[in-house]
């Protein structure tokens, strides 16, 4: 796998440029708007809440099932990034796996791109502080995404995870990397408000049961 990652690839270049594209378009929507009252404000928790339910599709969807023209989503991710991450090897192992972890830069630029039209949109039908504040927050979403999910496959002795919280989000998204959970269960990579409102947050006993069975069979194939 480690074979696959190009010699040209640039960990530090890949993570610049996917939090710069988020830091660039919260910078630039943020300067844009003026004076808002309060109505306008409510933009941002429900851009949050559609952010956080459209994560949850793009993971359940099109990440664990292919989909034409989008599979390079699902070749990136199912065959790829679970094989490498683990519930019990979810620690990146060098720089240069960053590449497995975060969304290419193209992606998250793309994400914008897509944003950018219902910004366009709200900005005409409401007002345009709306729309820049959904631009905004559409970006500080996309950041928090990239930077919740490479905190999870960070080592578990960093000393981000003496933050309480933080270990809670890890543990949900290690769930997730369980095989025989990772198709039905804990899609949500930041809050998992998504997996929550469709049922899909995989509790301890599910989570017990499926550690269980692969212990048993590791134990037989080791036989």
Same mark, same amino acid.
């Given at each position: 796998?480690?074979?696959?990652?190009?010699?040209?690839?640039?960990?530090?270049?890949? +993570? *610049?440029?996917?939090?710069? =594209? #988020?830091?660039?378009? !919260? &910078?630039? %929507?943020?300067?844009? @708007?003026?004076?808002?009252?309060?109505?306008?404000?409510?933009?941002?928790?429900?851009?949050?809440?559609?952010?956080?339910?459209?994560?949850?599709?793009?993971?359940?969807?099109?990440?664990?099932?292919?989909?034409?023209?989008?599979?390079?989503?699902?070749?990136?991710?199912?065959?790829?990034?679970?094989?490498?991450?683990?519930?019990?090897?979810?620690?990146?192992?060098?720089?240069?796996?960053?590449?497995?972890?975060?969304?290419?830069?193209?992606?998250?630029?793309?994400?914008?791109?897509?944003?950018?039209?219902?910004?366009?949109?709200?900005? +005409? *039908?409401?007002?345009?502080? =709306? #729309?820049?504040?959904? !631009? &905004?927050? %559409?970006?500080?979403? @996309?950041?928090?995404?990239?930077?919740?999910?490479?905190?999870?496959?960070?080592?578990?002795?960093?000393?981000?995870?003496?933050?309480?919280?933080?270990?809670?989000?890890?543990?949900?998204?290690?769930?997730?990397?369980?095989?025989?959970?990772?198709?039905?269960?804990?899609?949500?990579?930041?809050?998992?408000?998504?997996?929550?409102?469709?049922?899909?947050?995989?509790?301890?006993?599910?989570?017990?049961?499926?550690?269980?069975?692969?212990?048993?069979?590791?134990?037989?194939?080791?036989?």
């Amino acid at each position: 796998m480690r074979g696959r990652i190009p010699r040209w690839y640039s960990p530090w270049g890949h +993570l *610049a440029a996917t939090i710069g =594209v #988020g830091l660039v378009t !919260l &910078a630039v %929507s943020i300067h844009r @708007v003026s004076s808002p009252h309060w109505l306008e404000l409510s933009t941002v928790p429900l851009t949050f809440v559609f952010a956080n339910l459209v994560e949850w599709f793009a993971h359940r969807h099109l990440m664990h099932e292919r989909r034409f023209p989008l599979h390079v989503l699902f070749d990136r991710h199912t065959p790829e990034h679970h094989r490498v991450f683990g519930y019990h090897s979810m620690a990146i192992r060098a720089p240069r796996e960053l590449r497995l972890v975060l969304i290419p830069a193209m992606g998250v630029l793309g994400m914008v791109l897509l944003a950018a039209p219902v910004a366009l949109v709200a900005g +005409l *039908a409401i007002s345009w502080n =709306v #729309g820049w504040l959904f !631009l &905004a927050t %559409s970006g500080l979403y @996309v950041l928090g995404y990239e930077l919740s999910h490479l905190a999870y496959h960070l080592p578990e002795s960093h000393p981000a995870y003496r933050l309480p919280f933080l270990r809670a989000l890890r543990e949900h998204h290690a769930r997730h990397h369980i095989p025989s959970l990772m198709q039905a269960w804990n899609f949500n990579v930041t809050i998992p408000l998504g997996d929550v409102l469709f049922g899909t947050l995989a509790r301890r006993t599910r989570v017990e049961r499926a550690l269980e069975r692969e212990d048993r069979s590791s134990a037989t194939n080791d036989g």
